[in-house]
């Protein structure tokens, strides 16, 4: 749809639209910052979508579930082409919604059973864990003066987490890293044919590596995720197919760490450019809880998340077209100001961080939401005691993770020392 054919209402004169640069992040807050000021919704050319910026607005959308779709939460931006499709259906890559882009009472129905297992009691239960792997990892670099913080720590860390929760060991966590960032980008990113057809054959491999956990799980039943999902199961399709429990373990496969590895990334480069709030941490720990909040809020892993319109709705006083994407911006509606003061300001002792939408809101509110809170915190917690002079490295180029809706630094590189 033309941006010409789809708009009603008054017609907003900063074209916004046009300047929006949907896979760059340099630049992209300060565009936000502008949009919620000019131009709190406007159309992208490039993406085809309505790109909604202030709080009050996106809020309002998470939440009505009978004029808004998650359907397209997960869909790729750029649909695949034929020929690759018709690839993976001839390779059994036969993945199919769970409660992420499910509405109603399936969505409902899934993610019940998937909350008995990711609920706060049994994720918090994985502390002790947790804390032992980040302090493997710490070790690693102790003495070592200059690293990449996230090559060394974030990266992996976060998938090993999951391996615990899907009862993995001994797996290669570089490979699943890598399956989880082509998945990324095949959905979120802007692939050309070639890459997308090579990114194809690793989903299937991905897929296929899904099947594995669930298929052992059916042999050697543990106390994990999975083999929750086949208890639950009971060979039963009525309650859940085979597929939707090889759905949701692929979609925690990727999920459930990709996001915590940014927003750990954009937590401690924050804390790190703003030394004197690293500072405070380091004479005050019991700060760190709320240091994590306010990295969710400034600088959130997710910066924007999809909706679909099912009828004409009218958003920040523009009508949006039934059948409507609509890009609700995270980023943006995290730092306006009319709920949060000085918004574009990092500052750990905030009262209403919390507050922040980066989790989303209402029945489709995350559910690893616990577990990414607890990793952040536990990680922080362990860096600040064991490196509480680590710096960044000064004029260092930083790069972005190249999709519409992740967002984290691709590299970091820290002094250790002073």
């Given at each position: 749809m033309h941006k010409a054919e789809a708009r009603?209402?008054?017609?907003?004169?900063?074209?916004?639209?046009?300047?929006?640069?949907?896979?760059?992040?340099?630049?992209?807050?300060?565009?936000?910052?502008?949009?919620?000021?000019?131009?709190?919704?406007?159309?992208?050319?490039?993406?085809?979508f309505w790109v909604v910026t202030k709080r009050e607005d996106v809020e309002p959308v998470f939440r009505d579930t009978k004029r808004f779709s998650a359907v397209v939460a997960?869909?790729?931006?750029?649909?695949?082409?034929?020929?690759?499709?018709?690839?993976?259906?001839?390779?059994?890559?036969?993945?199919?919604?769970?409660?992420?882009?499910?509405d109603g009472q399936p969505h409902a129905h899934i993610r019940a059973i998937a909350a008995r297992f990711l609920n706060i009691k049994r994720l918090s239960s994985y502390e002790d864990?947790?804390?032992?792997?980040?302090?493997?990892?710490?070790?690693k670099i102790k003495g070592a003066g200059r690293v990449d913080i996230v090559e060394t720590l974030t990266y992996e860390l976060p998938a090993q987490v999951v391996f615990l929760l899907l009862g993995?060991?001994?797996?290669?966590?570089?490979?699943?890293?890598?399956w989880a960032d082509k998945r990324l980008m095949t959905i979120f990113g802007k692939l050309g044919h070639d890459e997308l057809m090579e990114a194809s054959?690793?989903?299937?491999d991905f897929w296929n590596y899904a099947k594995g956990i669930v298929a052992d799980r059916e042999r050697n039943p543990k106390d994990d995720y999975p083999s929750m999902?086949?208890?639950?199961?009971?060979?039963?399709?009525?309650?859940?197919?085979?597929?939707?429990?090889?759905s949701l373990v692929f979609a925690l496969l990727l999920a459930g760490h990709e996001t915590t590895t940014n927003a750990l990334g954009n937590l401690i480069l924050e804390l790190l450019s703003n030394r004197d709030q690293w500072e405070r941490l380091v004479s005050d720990p019991s700060l760190i809880g709320a240091a994590v909040e306010e990295g969710l809020r400034f600088a959130s892993s997710v910066v924007t998340w999809r909706r679909r319109a099912l009828e004409d709705v009218e958003i920040g006083g523009i009508t949006i077209p039934a059948g409507s994407t609509v890009l609700l911006a995270l980023g943006s509606a995290n730092r306006d100001e009319a709920h949060f003061v000085e918004g574009e300001t990092f500052d750990i002792t905030r009262r209403n961080a919390r507050d922040h939408l980066s989790f989303g809101k209402g029945i489709h509110m995350c559910l690893g939401a616990p577990l990414a809170r607890l990793e952040m915190r536990v990680v922080i917690e362990e860096l600040v005691k064991a490196f509480p002079d680590m710096r960044l490295v000064r004029d260092q180029r930083i790069d972005w993770i190249p999709t519409i809706t992740f967002r984290g630094p691709v590299s970091l590189e820290v002094e250790l020392a002073a």
């Open positions: 009603s209402g008054p017609c907003p004169v900063a074209g916004l639209g046009n300047i929006y640069k949907p896979y760059q992040h340099d630049g992209m807050y300060e565009l936000f910052r502008r949009a919620r000021v000019e131009e709190p919704v406007f159309y992208s050319e490039e993406l085809g997960s869909a790729a931006v750029h649909p695949f082409p034929d020929d690759v499709l018709s690839y993976m259906r001839a390779a059994g890559y036969t993945l199919e919604p769970v409660h992420v882009n499910l864990q947790i804390r032992r792997l980040a302090r493997d990892h710490i070790e993995e060991s001994n797996v290669n966590t570089a490979k699943i890293k890598s054959r690793e989903l299937v999902l086949l208890e639950i199961r009971g060979g039963d399709d009525a309650v859940l197919t085979r597929n939707q429990v090889e």
